[in-house]
C-alpha cells in the first residue's frame, strides 16, 4: 500500500509562483524540479519505495502543483525517508 506527503512546491520560507499569475506554470514546475534536487542534496537519493515527483491538484482558483514524497507503507526505510523529508525539509534554497 501507498501513501505520499505533499511537501509544497518550494521550501517553505521561500516565496513561489501563484495561482492564476500569467506565467504561473511556466514559474511552478522548474521550482518544484529545483526544490526535489534540494530534497535529495539534503537527504540523499530515495530509497527504494520511496519517490520524489511533483504533482498537480485541483483548485478553486486553477490547478497548482507541488512536490510530494509518494511512498510504500510497508517499507520502513521509504517510510523514514518520507518522514525525514515531510518533517525536516529545509525551509531554505540554502538549505
Excluded at 530515495?46 to 512536490?67: N, S
Excluded at 510530494?68 to 520502513?76: A, G, Q, S, T
Excluded at 518533517?87 to 538549505?95: L, N, R, S, V, Y
Aim: charged content about 30%.
Amino acid at each position: 500500500m501507498r501513501d505520499f506527503f505533499p511537501l509544497g512546491p518550494v521550501p517553505s520560507d521561500e516565496p513561489c509562483a501563484q495561482v492564476g499569475e500569467p506565467d504561473f506554470r511556466q514559474r511552478a514546475v522548474p521550482e518544484c524540479r529545483r526544490f526535489i534536487e534540494l530534497l535529495r542534496r539534503v537527504f540523499g537519493p530515495e530509497p527504494e519505495g520511496a519517490r520524489l515527483a511533483v504533482k498537480w491538484f485541483e483548485h478553486d482558483f486553477g490547478e497548482y502543483c507541488e512536490v510530494i514524497c509518494d511512498f510504500d507503507l510497508e517499507n520502513p526505510e521509504a517510510v523514514a525517508y518520507a518522514q525525514r523529508c515531510e518533517c525536516d525539509a529545509p525551509t531554505t534554497w540554502e538549505g
